[in-house]
Each structure stands twice: as C-alpha cells, then as structure tokens.
C-alpha cells in the first residue's frame, strides 16, 4: 500500500504552518521563496512548498505555471470584488481548517496502524501452539519413558 500524504514524518506540522500563511497573510496567492522566507526555511516532508500542497488538494490550490501560484482553496473561493484583494480569512475558519488537518492526519495514520489489530489474534495464536507442542511433547515424553 503507498504512503499516503499525511504519514509522512514532519507532514502534519508541516501543513499546519502552511494554512496558517496562506489563511493569514494580506496576499491570497504566494510564491516558493515568500512561504520560505516567512517559514525560515523549506518543508520537513516534501521538497518544497509547492511539492506539498500538491499532495493536499484538499486544502490548496497549485499553478505550477505561474510564480504566485500558491494559494489555500478556502480562502481563494471567498467571494471579492473585481481588482479587489481577497481578505484574511477569521481565526475561527482557520482554526477549523486546522483541525480539519488534524482530523485528517489522525484518521490516514490509523489507517496505516491497521496491522496493529491482528497483534493481539496472533500472540494468542503462537501461544496456544506452544501450550498444544508443550502438551504433546510431554504426553510424548512420559510415554517414552515407560
């Protein structure tokens, strides 16, 4: 099964800050270098910034083809007037966007533990095996001696 996005180490910080830029900033759209500079320094996860809301669709909006094409999907939608600057998004929107992030990672990496339920069929398993040779062994044992 591939990696999905948010398991990778660092990711889930690493969005966080990126919604809290992109929701916060006067701008709507951003660039590589702003996010870096604003972040001091690149992503933990990913190659860059760009690489990273590339893989959360969900969340950002991409153009590969233009130098401002970073921006939060939430925040680009709002409505504006013509010529006019989108606004900041509230602090209550973004707190729910961030959660909404969390609630994501959270359900990907228990997603990817599933392996961990079978732990406790499978200690059960070997240790009846061993009790079922252990026995055997000794009703063998007992009627070699004889």
Excluded: C
Excluded at 90 to 110: E, G, K, M, N, P
């Amino acid at each position: 099964m591939p990696e999905s996005p948010y398991t990778k180490r660092g990711r889930l910080a690493d969005v966080l800050a990126l919604i809290q830029v992109l929701a916060l900033d006067p701008d709507s759209t951003r660039r590589e270098t702003g996010i870096t500079r604003d972040l001091q320094g690149s992503p933990i996860s990913a190659e860059s910034w760009f690489v990273l809301a590339a893989e959360h669709r969900e969340l950002f909006r991409v153009n590969p083809q233009s130098e401002y094409g970073l921006s939060l999907v939430a925040r680009y939608v709002l409505p504006h007037g013509n010529g006019q600057k989108r606004a900041p998004i509230s602090s209550d929107f973004v707190s729910a966007l961030l959660q909404t992030a969390i609630s994501l990672h959270d359900r990907q990496v228990s997603k990817a533990e599933w392996w961990k339920t079978l732990v406790p069929l499978w200690a059960a398993l070997i240790g009846g095996a061993f009790a079922t040779a252990s026995t055997l062994l000794t009703i063998y044992f007992k009627g070699a001696v004889r």
